[in-house]
């Protein structure tokens, strides 16, 4: 070996898609990758494979590549041999790279022949050699673009993989996955109907993988799946092309889902704050509060705590200190006791008749207090019609529309805003067997009622007032106390 072979080579090897017969395998080229290390009378260092990788797009994460610049920007290795240049890479910004670790005198081998990243010839060769690969990959992705162009504007759509909801059209035929599987089809319009009237994604999930329901990778469901799966254009029988409908183009058949439903379904999941999902295991979560500090307890889980006897992951609820406006983090209670307790509590309080007809009285005057809002709103919207037909006879001026419609329209907001407020407080229609109900029927409704539901039951129970966790006493035994759990009117 003469003095300008390093001693320890690394081999890289890495294939675009896995399958792909027109592709050296990754073992070949590790192969014909050490045949050339030998032939060099060096050893290899490393072997780094990254199988199924694209080299191309920038989104693609390689831990093989990564690891292989780690070791040759530190000096661990002499250098790398691929079997092609294209297999290293085809991005020229990562060859730049690669071209300023080698200032020490790396080795740069393919299969063929050798790169000196240290003259300007041998810069100049190996970027050649980079850009032509990364041209032929971005003229790849542009034949790829306007045949999925062509496709959407002839009315096919452009999958793969067959859609949950539709049949598969079989080896051998166009795979356009436009035939409905009316089976799926009825679990979509299901789901449909039921997120549509409240109910939580979690729920869902949980109830379609309780029956067997698969997505059509036969996997469970999971949270990304269902928004997936609930918001994709073809269960209206759309097409989209590049992130927008193709007009005048539809999938054959009847749809799966009306367009409103899927445009109400869309709206629904766009109008939804991004941020960490909201969990449902916890029935208190912001609903009780610190009686130290007074701020909303929250929920969280104890895997460092010895599990409950049925091996559940121990959860309690406490008051978390914040940067901002946080908690006192010196209330802690635990989940399962809690809400036991509260359970208790509310059904207590709910089978109560004197608290029944005073939520039947509340749920009357909100009532009467609506109709008496709705009634001034249709008279303020009357007078806005009005006021615009004389501006559009030119019977007024724009400026005295201006000044009649400024003030109205205020107004309007804020009978808006408070009918609301009525809407979104919690209310009951309480009914004589309502009344009537005994402890038994209110633990029975209790015990099948969702997290969701019980939370809108305790919401009932605790009109007007709050639930508060008050210190443990330090040398009381070290058990649940129910004593610490009072209810406190708001002011």
């Known amino acids: ?50 199988d199924g990788r694209s080299a191309w797009n920038p989104r693609v994460h390689r831990p ?45 081998l393919d299969s063929e022949d050798s790169y000196d990243l240290t003259t300007t010839n041998g810069k100049k060769h190996f970027r050649d050699q980079l850009n032509g690969a990364a041209f032929e990959s971005d003229r790849l992705s542009d034949r790829v673009k306007r045949g999925k162009r062509v496709k959407a504007l002839r009315g096919e759509p452009n999958v793969s993989s067959r859609p949950f909801g539709f049949e598969d059209d079989g080896p051998g035929s166009p795979r356009r996955f436009d035939r409905v599987r009316e089976s799926e089809a009825e679990v979509l319009r299901e789901l449909a109907a039921r997120l549509l009237a409240g109910d939580s994604q979690d729920e869902m999930i949980r109830d379609l993988n309780r029956r067997g329901v698969t997505t059509s990778y036969d996997k469970p469901w999971t949270r990304a799946g269902l928004r997936q799966v609930l918001t ?57 509060c610190c009686g130290l500090c007074g701020h909303r307890l929250s929920g969280r889980p104890r895997v ?21 406006d946080g908690g006192c983090g010196r209330i802690a209670v635990d989940q399962r006791e809690l809400d036991r307790h509260i359970g208790a509590l ?3 309080i709910l089978a109560d008749p004197r608290h029944a007809a005073a939520v039947e009285s509340a749920a009357r005057s909100a009532v009467e207090q609506r109709q008496k809002i709705e009634a001034e709103i ?33 107004r309007l ?25 005994s402890r038994a029927e209110w633990e029975a409704r209790w015990k099948v009622a969702t997290v969701a539901e019980q939370r809108a039951l305790l919401r009932q129970a605790l009109r007007g007032r709050r639930l508060v966790v008050m210190p443990a006493d330090p040398q009381a035994p070290r058990r649940f106390d129910a004593g610490r759990i009072v209810i406190e009117e708001t002011l």
């Open 413 to 437: 907001a804020e009978l808006r805003d408070t009918l609301g407020e009525i809407d979104a407080a919690p209310s009951a229609v309480v009914s004589a067997e309502v009344v009537a109900a």
């Open 1 to 50: 070996m003469d003095q300008q072979t390093p001693r320890t080579l690394d081999v890289y090897a890495r294939v675009s898609r896995l399958g792909d017969e027109r592709q050296r395998s990754t073992d070949g080229q590790v192969e014909d990758c050490t045949a050339r290390v030998n032939d060099l009378s060096a050893s290899v260092g490393e072997v780094h494979v990254d």
């Open 64 to 108: 093989g590549w990564d690891r292989l610049m780690a070791r040759l920007e530190s000096g661990a290795t002499g250098g790398v041999v691929v079997f092609d240049l294209a297999r290293f890479s085809r991005r020229p910004i990562e060859g730049e790279r690669l071209i300023t670790a080698a200032e020490r005198g790396l080795l740069v």
């Open 232 to 288: 994709r254009p073809r269960n209206a029988g759309l097409i989209v092309y590049d992130g927008a409908v193709i007009p005048d183009k539809r999938l054959p058949g009847e749809s799966i889902l009306t367009e409103d439903t899927h445009e109400r379904i869309c709206s629904l999941f766009a109008a939804r704050r991004r941020g960490r999902p909201v969990s449902d295991a916890y029935l208190c979560s912001g609903v009780v």
């Open 346 to 348: 509310v059904v207590a």
């Open 304 to 324: 460092n705590m010895k599990p409950y006897p049925d091996g559940g992951v121990r959860r309690q609820y406490w008051c978390q200190p914040r940067a901002h």
């Open 378 to 410: 249709s008279e303020c919207e009357q007078l806005a019609n009005a006021l615009a037909n004389r501006l559009g006879r030119r019977e007024i001026s724009l400026i005295r529309y201006d000044a009649a419609t400024v003030p109205l329209d205020r």
